[in-house]
Nanobody, 116 residues
Framework: QVQLVESGGGLVQAGGSLRLSCAASGSIRSINAMGWYRQAPGKQRELVARITRAGSTNYADSVKGRFTISRDNAKNTVYLQMNSLVPEDTAVYYC??????????WGQGTQVTVSS
């Protein structure tokens, strides 16, 4: 099993920045990819950014150039640096981990609110 604990959400004005962190514990060696998803009210959960253990990344088109995902394997932590935030980024952000065997794990979610 893997446990994920997010931190770093909050309220920020448009144009501002936030950094989310997600610390993993448990069966760490089983994890390959980690990433962030978000879900806004009335919308489906969507992928924001993802990074593999080897460091390969992919991003949603809507956040390219503004968000950066990074990973510290020694600390079992993944980060999401969010710059130039816009109100459309308002959502609950969920940390996600996928194991080599195909199991998936989710954090409890952290609210990000961007005011205009």
């Amino acid at each position: 099993q893997v446990q994920l604990v997010e931190s770093g959400g909050g309220l920020v004005q448009a144009g501002g920045s936030l950094r989310l962190s997600c610390a993993a514990s448990g069966s760490i060696r089983s994890i390959n990819a980690m990433g962030w998803y978000r879900q806004a009210p009335g919308k489906q959960r969507e992928l924001v950014a993802r990074i593999t253990r080897a460091g390969s990344t992919n991003y949603a088109d809507s956040v390219k150039g503004r968000f950066t995902i990074s990973r510290d394997n020694a600390k079992n932590t993944v980060y999401l640096q969010m710059n130039s935030l816009v109100p459309e980024d308002t959502a609950v952000y969920y940390c996600h981990a996928a194991s080599w065997a195909g199991s998936t794990y989710w954090g409890q979610g952290t609210q990000v609110t961007v005011s205009s």
